[in-house]
């Protein structure tokens, strides 16, 4: 019997080892018959014309270039059947390689799920892995082989539009954020019928643009790049990431699509990456405007010199890399290089043995149409609600109350609810939205008075609707007021210089508080707002972002107590924009500001230092105590472990969950530390009087940095251990040391 399980083991590893081989030999097969015009066609990517996401190229050629083998893939053909018209047409090129068709499918295809910030305010890894898994599926069955997602940029900066389509500002929860979505993403292997290859963007540090401004430049030490930048790309190629795509920003001076030390030397080279690089839209092109190129031709050479595969929409591939390998700027082995990677995920998508194996009418009638996808929406959206104050216990509303007032300029909205880079269905309509006003429709009991005044518009100056508004909440027994602002004020180009809650929203909040009402403030955003007199004065808020196509129902599934708000903050909520950007890993500094002292101190003189809300924040309508803190040993080796263990309690009356975050300071070191840095967390969920107890293990992974030679490791000494509910409520300490 040994010897047959053997057998079958050695059969299984050499088959994987030929089909694998077979792949490698039918790339290099398809190599040689192809024409240098073949070959840079395979690196060149067109947007279709009905969805537009950057400036188009206009080429009233495109259907004619497909036909000639000289366009490898498309962007923004939505369905089966345009993307099966497409494809057909490249089955007329002489070689009849297929097109990749690739798509922005960010938080959902027609199911729509919560923007990516808000999903990892839920800070559940497996349901930001299924949401993804759920938005692939839909998406293959929509004739789409590739998705520009996850964005795993690192961001400390309101300001940037696009925090909205990340993790947020650390660099441990974006790397676990990472690694789940692109498993998401990619399922089982790539070719299943429910797999798109992921992307991971934007390589790198585009997060850190200067001043929060999109596609600004980015100026940082090699070390920070490394130790916070650079973690979440890594985890995305440990998940086996098919593809990655660069950055718009120059760092320290180089242009990313240009930059051959994050592209070769890291990526493809240190890392050891299989997949290609594609530009971002029109990078290669931009590099003019950068003052980093006089022309597109010097541009595509080094472009493709320093490892961008694959040129987005900016034709300079397609019209200069041919003459360059003629003058012998460009060696062929480069050009081919490039080709290789693109045509090994076209045969690993099984592209070759049926280019039209994505474009099904049956499956992308039924996966668009999956009821679990809607309920399972719905869930993702409740986990990623974020209770910030309930100071009165307003929350959760009773179904009984006779009349409640649903007041503000987002009540009645459904697209706004998909929020910045939802999928533009053109042959769906928008009914399948749940609008807040309808998700509470569906909720309260039939005795139940619902009430609606808009009050006003997002942006509005003056303050005609207030009147009705306040009319209306004198007729209710309680008040709910949702507000924010508008769903395409975050994304990319949307940078704003001022975060406060936009127009005359908060002077609504103010008169409609003189009623003596209770109210329930909803704050719709795809940022972390300012609003501090709101902050200060209302006792009830409820952070709800851009929640997708279910938000309406997740809004009252929480708001009446049906789901207990779970949520945390992933990023830090800012007083004002000068303390921008505002993390909470930072350093202590020489003259650090202990109890908000400010004399001769690293302090404002106007404002504290500490965020309006710390990340990691967020409440519950239970409490939860920690208690009975545990090491295993107090001095550990590098090759040793400590078990941490910690007793969790519900001690409310109601079920909930609870993320328990684990943070370590290494207390002197060769360069300096930050004050804390999570290192750890685990969500439970716990019924009211329940108690468990869960244990979290430091290995020299988590106490390791890089020191100022660029080297990863530890170093000995002592760290502080804190066990919390957030950044800034730490309820549990220790201390341990790491020995030689």
């Not at 949520?567 to 908000?596: A, D, V, W």
């Amino acid at each position: 019997m040994k010897n047959i399980i053997i057998a079958l083991f050695l059969t299984t590893s050499f088959l994987g080892f030929s089909q694998q081989k077979t792949i490698n030999q039918r790339v290099e097969e398809l190599l040689k018959k192809m024409t240098l015009d073949e070959k840079i066609g395979q690196l060149n990517q067109y947007s279709g014309d009905n969805a537009i996401t950057g400036p188009l190229t206009i080429n009233p050629n495109k259907q004619d270039e497909i036909k000639a083998g000289k366009i490898g893939s498309m962007l923004n053909i939505i369905g089966y059947q345009y993307t099966r018209q497409y494809q057909e047409l490249a089955m007329q090129s002489r070689l009849k390689i297929p097109l990749l068709f690739g798509l922005d499918v960010i938080h959902g295809h027609k199911t729509t799920f919560p923007i990516p910030l808000a999903e990892a305010a839920s800070w559940d890894l497996a349901a930001m892995e299924l949401s993804a898994r759920i938005a692939a599926t839909e998406a293959a069955a929509s004739g789409i082989h590739w998705t520009f997602a996850p964005m795993v940029d690192i961001s400390r900066d309101p300001r940037w539009g696009r925090v909205m389509e990340g993790a947020g500002e650390d660099t441990y929860l974006g790397s676990r954020i990472a690694f789940a979505r692109v498993k998401g993403f990619q399922g089982n292997k790539l070719g299943d019928l429910n797999s798109v290859m992921a992307c991971a963007k934007h390589f790198a540090a585009y997060g850190a643009a200067v001043g929060g401004r999109d596609y600004n430049s980015v100026d940082m030490s090699n070390r920070m790049l490394w130790e916070t930048y650079l973690p979440p790309f890594k985890a995305a190629v440990d998940a086996g990431a098919a593809t990655f795509m660069n950055s718009f920003n120059d760092i320290n001076g180089i242009p990313a699509t240009a930059n051959k030390y994050i592209q070769s030397d890291i990526l493809k080279g240190k890392w050891g990456f299989k997949g290609f690089v594609v530009s971002d839209w029109g990078s290669i092109s931009e590099m003019i405007a950068h003052g980093y190129s006089p022309d597109k031709k010097d541009a595509a050479q080094k472009a493709i010199m320093a490892g961008n595969d694959m040129d987005m929409e900016g034709n300079a591939y397609n019209d200069n890399l041919a003459q360059l390998v003629k003058e012998n700027k460009v060696p062929i082995v480069v050009v081919d290089e490039a080709v290789r990677r693109v045509l090994r995920k076209k045969f690993e998508l099984g592209l070759f043995d049926d280019p039209f194996k994505y474009c099904s009418k049956e499956r992308q009638e039924k996966e668009l149409n999956n009821p679990e996808h809607t309920r399972i929406a719905r869930e993702v959206a409740s986990k990623s609600i974020i209770l910030l104050k309930n100071e009165k216990n307003v929350l959760p509303l009773s179904k009984e109350t006779k009349t409640i007032a649903f007041i503000g300029p987002m009540v009645k909205l459904k697209r706004a609810n998909h929020g910045f880079w939802a999928v533009d269905l053109k042959d769906v309509d928008s009914t399948y939205i749940v609008s807040q006003w309808e998700g509470l429709e569906r909720k309260v009991g039939k005795n139940t008075k619902l009430l609606y005044a808009k009050g006003c518009g997002v942006e509005d100056t003056g303050k005609a609707g207030f009147q009705e508004a306040i009319d209306v909440a004198k007729q209710s027994d309680v008040v709910i007021l949702s507000i924010g602002e508008r769903w395409n004020m975050s994304g990319e180009a949307k940078s704003r210089s001022n975060i406060h809650l936009p127009g005359v929203q908060e002077d609504l909040i103010k008169e409609l508080q003189k009623t003596g009402k209770p109210i329930v403030i909803l704050i719709n955003a795809g940022r972390p707002l300012i609003f501090n007199w709101t902050a200060d004065n209302m006792p009830t808020i409820v952070y709800t972002w851009w929640l997708g196509s279910e938000a309406g129902n997740a809004i009252a599934d929480v708001l009446f107590g049906d789901y207990n708000p779970s949520g945390k903050l992933p990023m830090s909520f800012p007083r004002e924009e000068g303390q921008i950007p505002i993390y909470y890993n930072h350093f202590s500094t020489g003259r650090p500001s202990i109890n908000e002292d400010k004399i001769y101190k690293s302090a404002y003189i106007d404002l504290p230092n500490s965020p309006k809300f710390p990340f990691g924040y967020g409440l519950s309508y239970t409490t939860f105590e920690y208690s009975n803190l545990k090491l295993s040993k107090a001095k550990l080796r590098n090759n040793e472990t400590i078990e941490v263990f910690v007793t969790i309690t519900n001690s409310g009356k109601f079920a909930g969950e609870e993320v328990v975050q684990l943070y370590l300071q290494d207390k002197f070191g060769s360069v300096v530390r930050p004050i804390l840095e999570l290192k750890d967390f685990q969500k439970l969920k716990l019924e009211a009087g329940e108690t468990k107890t869960i244990k979290f293990v430091i290995d020299n992974e988590k106490l390791s940095f890089y020191n100022k030679d660029l080297k990863w490791g530890s170093e000995p000494g002592e760290f502080d251990l804190m066990i919390g509910s957030s950044s800034a409520d730490i309820r549990l300490k220790s201390t341990f040391e790491l020995i030689k």
